[in-house]
C-alpha cells in the first residue's frame, strides 16, 4: 500500500539460481507463519488484545522516465495484535511482477532497463513489526499519541525472477497523531538500513509520511497522505508519492479502504490504486 510498500530495481547481476535457496525460502515462510499463533498467545497471556487481519490488493504503473511500463501487482495478508502498549505484525505477500528480465523488486524504483519484457509471480518479501505505543491509539482515548516502531523486511522473495533482492531490510520510525473531533493528522519520520545484495551498494534512506482524514460521517472518512524516501542509489528522484483514500466502517468489526496514488517523480509509479479489508476479533 503506497509507500507504503513495493518497488522495483534495475540490475542484471542478481542471477544465482538454486533449488536449495528456493527450499530454505519457503522453509522460512512455513516456520513465520506457524509461530505467529504461539507468539499471539503469549502476548495474550500477559495483556489481552485485539486481532486483527486485513487482505486486500494493490496495483501500480509506471515507466519511471524510461520507455517500458512497469506493472505490478501487490497481494498483502497482514496479521496483527494489539494490546495497550504494543502492537505485532506480520504480513505475507504475493507479488505479480511485469517488467524487464532485469527488473529487481527492493522497494524503491530507477528505469527499469530495455531487457526483454517477462512476467513473473510468487511470494514475495515477508515483513514483520512490532510497535510499542504510549497510548492505545484511538479518538477516544487520547488526543495526542505517539509511537516507535520496528520492522524487518525478510528476504523470502525469490530473487531470480526479480522479486525481491535476497536481502533483509531494517526500519525504525517514530509515528506522531493528532486527533481532533472529526480529523486527525499524522506524521511518521524514519530511517531504513538495506541490505546490499552482490554486486550492489543501496544507500540506506529517510522516509517521511504526513497526512491526515476527516470524518464526513460515523462509518465514512476521506483523507489525503503524501510519502516521501530518499533514493537508494546515486543519480536517481528521491521517491515521492501522493494519494487521496476513503474509509467505510462496515460494522463494528469490518472496515473497508480504498485509495488512488499518483508518483511526483521519476522513481514513482505514474499511477496507482489499491483496496483493503480488515477484519477485527
Given at each position: 500500500?503506497?509507500?507504503?510498500?513495493?518497488?522495483?530495481?534495475?540490475?542484471?547481476?542478481?542471477?544465482?539460481?538454486?533449488?536449495?535457496?528456493?527450499?530454505?525460502?519457503?522453509?522460512?515462510?512455513?516456520i513465520i507463519a506457524s509461530a505467529?499463533?504461539?507468539?499471539?498467545?503469549?502476548?495474550?497471556?500477559?495483556?489481552?488484545?485485539?486481532?486483527?487481519?486485513?487482505?486486500?490488493?494493490?496495483?501500480?504503473?509506471?515507466?519511471?522516465?524510461?520507455?517500458?511500463?512497469?506493472?505490478?501487482l501487490y497481494v498483502p495478508l497482514?496479521?496483527?495484535?494489539?494490546?495497550?502498549?504494543?502492537?505485532?505484525?506480520?504480513?505475507?505477500?504475493?507479488?505479480?511482477?511485469?517488467?524487464?528480465?532485469?527488473?529487481?523488486?527492493?522497494?524503491?524504483?530507477?528505469?527499469?532497463?530495455?531487457?526483454?519484457?517477462?512476467?513473473?509471480?510468487?511470494?514475495?518479501?515477508?515483513?514483520?513489526?512490532?510497535?510499542?505505543?504510549d497510548t492505545l491509539n484511538t479518538?477516544?482515548?487520547?488526543?495526542?499519541?505517539?509511537?516507535?516502531?520496528?520492522?524487518?523486511?525478510?528476504?523470502?522473495?525469490?530473487?531470480?525472477?526479480?522479486?525481491?533482492?535476497?536481502?533483509?531490510?531494517?526500519?525504525?520510525?517514530?509515528?506522531?497523531?493528532?486527533?481532533?473531533?472529526?480529523?486527525?493528522?499524522?506524521?511518521?519520520?524514519?530511517?531504513?538500513?538495506?541490505?546490499?545484495?552482490?554486486?550492489?551498494?543501496?544507500?540506506?534512506?529517510?522516509?517521511?509520511?504526513?497526512?491526515?482524514?476527516?470524518?464526513?460521517?460515523?462509518?465514512?472518512?476521506?483523507?489525503?497522505?503524501?510519502?516521501?524516501?530518499?533514493?537508494?542509489?546515486?543519480?536517481?528522484?528521491?521517491?515521492?508519492?501522493?494519494?487521496?483514500?476513503?474509509?467505510?466502517?462496515?460494522?463494528?468489526?469490518?472496515?473497508?479502504?480504498?485509495?488512488?496514488?499518483?508518483?511526483?517523480?521519476?522513481?514513482?509509479?505514474?499511477?496507482?490504486?489499491?483496496?483493503?479489508?480488515?477484519?477485527?476479533?
Amino acid at each position: 500500500m503506497n509507500g507504503h510498500g513495493q518497488r522495483l530495481q534495475h540490475t542484471g547481476l542478481l542471477k544465482s539460481c538454486s533449488l536449495t535457496s528456493s527450499f530454505v525460502r519457503l522453509n522460512t515462510i512455513i516456520i513465520i507463519a506457524s509461530a505467529l499463533p504461539a507468539l499471539f498467545n503469549r502476548a495474550a497471556a500477559a495483556d489481552e488484545g485485539i486481532v486483527k487481519l486485513t487482505a486486500g490488493a494493490e496495483y501500480i504503473s509506471g515507466d519511471y522516465g524510461d520507455t517500458e511500463s512497469v506493472d505490478q501487482l501487490y497481494v498483502p495478508l497482514t496479521t496483527r495484535y494489539t494490546t495497550s502498549r504494543s502492537t505485532l505484525r506480520l504480513t505475507i505477500p504475493y507479488i505479480r511482477l511485469t517488467a524487464p528480465a532485469d527488473a529487481v523488486q527492493t522497494g524503491n524504483i530507477i528505469p527499469p532497463g530495455t531487457n526483454k519484457m517477462r512476467t513473473d509471480s510468487g511470494i514475495g518479501d515477508v515483513i514483520a513489526g512490532v510497535t510499542f505505543h504510549d497510548t492505545l491509539n484511538t479518538e477516544a482515548s487520547s488526543d495526542l499519541a505517539i509511537d516507535f516502531t520496528a520492522k524487518v523486511k525478510l528476504g523470502t522473495a525469490d530473487e531470480d525472477k526479480g522479486l525481491g533482492t535476497g536481502e533483509n531490510d531494517y526500519t525504525m520510525q517514530a509515528e506522531l497523531y493528532n486527533y481532533h473531533d472529526r480529523f486527525m493528522l499524522f506524521g511518521i519520520l524514519g530511517y531504513k538500513f538495506r541490505g546490499d545484495p552482490p554486486g550492489i551498494n543501496l544507500n540506506n534512506s529517510w522516509l517521511a509520511f504526513v497526512g491526515g482524514n476527516y470524518r464526513l460521517t460515523r462509518s465514512l472518512k476521506v483523507g489525503l497522505d503524501f510519502y516521501y524516501q530518499e533514493a537508494l542509489i546515486p543519480d536517481i528522484d528521491n521517491q515521492m508519492e501522493l494519494s487521496a483514500f476513503l474509509g467505510y466502517k462496515i460494522s463494528s468489526t469490518t472496515f473497508l479502504r480504498g485509495y488512488l496514488l499518483k508518483g511526483i517523480t521519476n522513481a514513482s509509479p505514474d499511477w496507482g490504486a489499491g483496496a483493503f479489508i480488515t477484519f477485527m476479533q
